[in-house]
């Protein structure tokens, strides 16, 4: 009985095939394509057939055409498969679609079809359009490097902000302390974690100190307080210590976080001026109060920064940019537009005062400069008149990629403190005149 089973069409068969393949004839010359393949190439089947491979896909500059060849000529040579890595290869659009390139990223492989004889009659190319996969890649790889760059330009601010940072656990233990804390007390992080920190404190602080931690952990509100702690020295020093909490969507505490200020001089100065005179109290006071602003910090560093109880402002490149500007480094300036402009051009004053060169040394050199009660003359606006204003201050350089790239400002406004300390001053040598 004759069979029914109809002849194969085997053009029309490779043509349907599910992939895109591309039929060369030994000396590259394009035979046959799958329709797949035209779909992917931007060209129709009659725009290539019958020319050779580069010439029907031309190799633009930054094609990697090379590795096409090379492969095609492996194959040849030694009538064996050949899997090319992933490639860059550009193809021409149509003039409807705009012209020029469009980029395109491939993975290939090359296969020998032999004839009877053993003799090689066509090169098939299997080809797949990894683009997406590959962009995707990149741009996965382009954030997580933005992400390891935030993450240790995060981690410099930490560990080279001039006051102590500290964070603990949902509980209250403690479970990291920043370099200048560890200075401070001349303790390892390992005897600093959990609750080894409070062997420094003032025995008769430590009561009252644990009570007001432990019920500020219970009910997950910001906590304030000022405590004596000792310092590597030996001797006790006051500290004003702000800590917040970090809560989650579902409210719950994930962890705290905290900064202590050394405030003994102030704390010191403050009371010699009211055993000085009495009448100078509400003075004394304000000039105090300037000392206990610590500002909170919520979720992130950024937070820490804008809201320290000092002057704190990030400045990048050679010209002194401003990157960074907190509130209370603003309030300086409250009629001036900051960020985003150099020192020279948004305080012209400060340039001229001196300012603008010792920033360019710490530029220059890396090194930290420390300023004490250095006098700022402030131009008032819309005016000839200046206001005197005494900063203690770092300039300290940070750097990007083993790279300085900028100077971290980190400064206090002790006007009040210096303008105090002079009437203390005048005070006494009226006694002595009159004695």
């Keep these: 009985m004759a069979s029914s089973v109809s002849p194969i069409n085997y053009q029309s068969l490779f043509r349907s095939l599910p992939d895109n393949y591309l039929l060369l004839l030994p000396d590259g ?86 004839d009877e004889q053993g003799q090689l009659q ?26 390891e760059e935030a993450r240790n330009r995060s981690q410099f601010i930490l560990e080279s902000l001039p006051i102590m940072v500290w964070t603990t656990l949902p509980d209250g233990r ?17 005897a600093m974690n959990d609750w080894g920190w409070t062997d420094n404190l003032h025995p008769d602080d430590r009561e009252r100190v644990l009570q007001s931690w432990q019920q500020a952990v219970r009910s997950g509100s910001e906590y304030q307080i000022e405590y004596r702690l000792r310092r590597a020295d030996g001797h006790y020093r ?52 300037a000392y206990q602003l610590v500002e909170s910090q919520n979720e992130t560093f950024q937070t820490l920064l804008t809201q320290a109880p000092a002057l704190i402002t990030i400045l990048r490149g050679k010209e002194h940019v401003f990157d960074f500007v907190n509130p209370m480094y603003q309030a300086l300036f409250p009629d001036r537009q900051l960020l985003n402009r150099s020192v020279e051009e948004a305080i012209p004053e400060a340039a001229e005062q001196g300012f603008s060169a010792l920033l360019d040394r710490v530029y220059q050199t890396g090194e930290t400069f420390f300023g004490k009660e250095i006098l700022l003359k402030v131009q ?17 350089a940070f750097k990007e990629g083993g790279q300085i790239v900028g100077v971290f400002v980190f400064a206090f406004d002790v006007t009040e403190v210096v303008t105090a300390r002079k009437k203390l001053e005048n005070f006494h040598e009226g006694l002595n005149d009159a004695s």
């Excluded at 403690?174 to 390992?190: M, V």
């Design 174 to 190: 403690a479970d990291y302390s920043n370099p200048r804390y560890l200075q401070f007390t001349g303790l390892t992080p390992e």
């Design 238 to 289: 006051w500290l004003l210590v702000r800590g917040v909490p970090r809560f989650n969507e579902t409210g719950q505490t994930t962890m705290w976080v905290g900064c202590s200020v050394d405030i003994h001089d102030q704390k010191t100065l403050v009371q010699e001026l009211l055993q000085a005179n009495e009448q100078q109290a509400a003075l004394s006071d304000q000039s105090y109060q």
């Design 380 to 396: 008032r606006p819309n005016t000839n008149e200046t206001d005197d204003i005494y900063l203690d201050f770092t300039y300290q």
């Design 122 to 147: 066509y090169i098939l190319q299997r080809t797949q359009d990894v683009t997406e996969q590959h962009q995707a890649a990149l741009r996965a790889e382009a954030v997580a490097l933005e992400l």
């Design 29 to 114: 010359t394009i035979a046959d394509n799958s329709d797949n393949h035209v779909k992917v190439s931007l060209k129709s089947r009659a725009e290539v057939v019958g020319k050779p491979f580069f010439e029907a896909f031309p190799a633009a500059d930054q094609n990697e055409y090379q590795v096409i060849a090379n492969s095609h000529e492996h194959v040849r040579q030694h009538l064996e498969p050949h899997t090319m890595p992933l490639i860059r290869y550009d193809l021409e659009r149509p003039a409807a679609l705009g012209g020029g390139f469009e980029e395109r990223y491939w993975q290939a492989t090359h296969y020998p079809l032999l």
